[in-house]
């Protein structure tokens, strides 16, 4: 048994009464999903005010690694930033199409990935954020480099670790990205062409390189919960968003010893995946007197 179902050994009442009784399932899940995007709106303000150029979605702002007079440091061209929203417009449509085809009219289109992806960004900011800045990546690097989150320590400055999502637990999707990471994507780790350095009050935007990643997955079951049960203010968390924060944090120690076991690490991903575990138990200490 996966430590998502472990979580959610009750049953979920109010979602088994909807389903009993007939309630609209997927207007109570618009109604959580725009409590929870309200919620990053709130987590990129208070982001935008340490300097960190997020959007509203809490995303990396691509448009701020536009070279020009008042960022001469800029790493790209503003022609070459343009070039990349080009793209991910054009694969943002093609994904769309494709959820148009899957679901049925009226019903809720934004895939369980992406809500993941938002309630993680949700928990870790609520849980440690006031030491570390938890961002989504830019929608470049989500989609072409499959990173979407990225884990910044405000005391070293430096990206410690990116996440990538798995909408669900089980499965040949599952299996396949589990593998994935714990194999080919670890070797030489992770690129971001859109990355933050923070030093200090400096903010460096520079494409970085030989960032672990690992994956959080969650359950439908456990989706549903967390989103139903999310508080939508930045200074509290209920029960529920605690125990996923402690299941991510079990999830990703897991990985770190399943990658160390196998031993065929880039030297460079093996020293940030173990300066990673003593921010883990950082992490670990900052939630436990948080929220």
Known sequence: MGLTK???NNKLMSFEYQKQTGVNLEQERRVNFEKLRDLLKKIAEALNKEGLPVTEEARIDMKAFYRSRQNPNSPYQKEEVKKDETYVAEMERKFQEQRGRNYPAGQNKEGRG???EMLKTAVFHKMVGNQFAVMRSSRYDDIK???DNVVVDKETGGIICAFDEVADNTGSRFKEKEAAILDERNKNGASLKYGIIQKGEQII???????????LCLSPEDLDRGMEELIPELGQASEFEKKLFDYFVKTIEAQISALNLKGNLNPLIKKRLDEFVTSLDKMKGIAANNC
């Open 6 to 8: 472990k979580i959610t």
């Open 114 to 116: 992406e809500k993941v």
């Open 145 to 147: 480099n499959g990173v």
């Open 205 to 215: 935007e520079s494409e970085i390189k030989n960032i672990p990643t690992l994956y």
